[in-house]
T-cell receptor
Framework: DTEVTQTPKHLVMGMTNKKSLKCEQH?????MYWYKQKAKKPPELMFV???????INESVPSRFSPECPNSSLLNLHLHALQPEDSALYLC?????????????FGPGTRLTVT | AQTVTQSQPEMSVQEAETVTLSCTYD???????LFWYKQPPSRQMILVIR??????QNATENRFSVNFQKAAKSFSLKISDSQLGDAAMYFC??????????FGQGTRLTINP
């Protein structure tokens, strides 16, 4: 099973709202990732969790707050977003073993900020 | 910093024909991994094929194969017997450490029936 699930599929929120994106994997992967993807562009890395600890933060604004409650779950809390934050948000996971560096992606959450 | 370049923003091919997507990368490392990902209009990013830099043999997955030229830092993807379902954005990606994928800008592939 190489499935990463994400909820919700679509989200529309105002600039004063607080919402959360959720990601789940049951592949036993110990690294999980959040990416932001604009139309016709490659994904941009936002955060990496390794063994449930934040290991990489790509200078993401504080209005995005990641959380890793356990090894299978990853959340992205959103607050006071801007219209330019509208994008596809992708979650991914991978092994930490050298032989298995490939990342498996979820279907994404399409976020629209109004 | 490592970079990945896909010089073909768009490609098209007739159904059942063969197409090759180009990718070059820049790194000073000797041990790394390369991937091709496919993202159809439905948007889920799917791993197509992977190549370990220390392996000289080119990876193959059914109709998908790569031409890995380590000295030239080239990693092209060949799709044989193209099918309508192959239509997608294809991203070439590099990883040296465990965690940071570096993507190319992508090539949009259209399959003509």
């Amino acid at each position: 099973d190489t499935e990463v699930t994400q909820t919700p599929k679509h989200l529309v929120m105002g600039m004063t709202n607080k919402k959360s994106l959720k990601c789940e994997q049951h592949m036993g992967h110990r690294a999980m990732y959040w990416y932001k993807q604009k139309a016709k562009k490659p994904p941009e890395l936002m955060f990496v969790y390794s063994y449930e600890k934040l290991s990489i933060n790509e200078s993401v604004p504080s209005r995005f707050s990641p959380e890793c409650p356990n090894s299978s779950l990853l959340n992205l809390h959103l607050h006071a977003l801007q219209p330019e934050d509208s994008a596809l948000y992708l979650c991914a996971s991978s092994q930490e073993r050298k032989e298995s560096y490939e990342q498996y992606f979820g279907p994404g959450t399409r976020l629209t900020v109004t | 910093a490592q970079t990945v370049t896909q010089s073909q923003p768009e490609m098209s091919v007739q159904e059942a024909e063969t197409v090759t997507l180009s990718c070059t990368y820049d790194t000073s490392e000797s041990d790394y991994y390369l991937f091709w990902y496919k993202q159809p209009p439905s948007r889920q990013m799917i791993l197509v094929i992977r190549q370990e830099a220390y392996k000289q043999q080119n990876a193959t997955e059914n109709r998908f194969s790569v031409n890995f030229q380590k000295a030239a830092k080239s990693f092209s993807l060949k799709i044989s017997d193209s099918q309508l379902g192959d239509a997608a954005m294809y991203f070439c990606a590099y990883v040296q450490g465990a965690q940071k994928l570096v993507f190319g800008q992508g090539t949009r592939l259209t399959i003509n029936p």
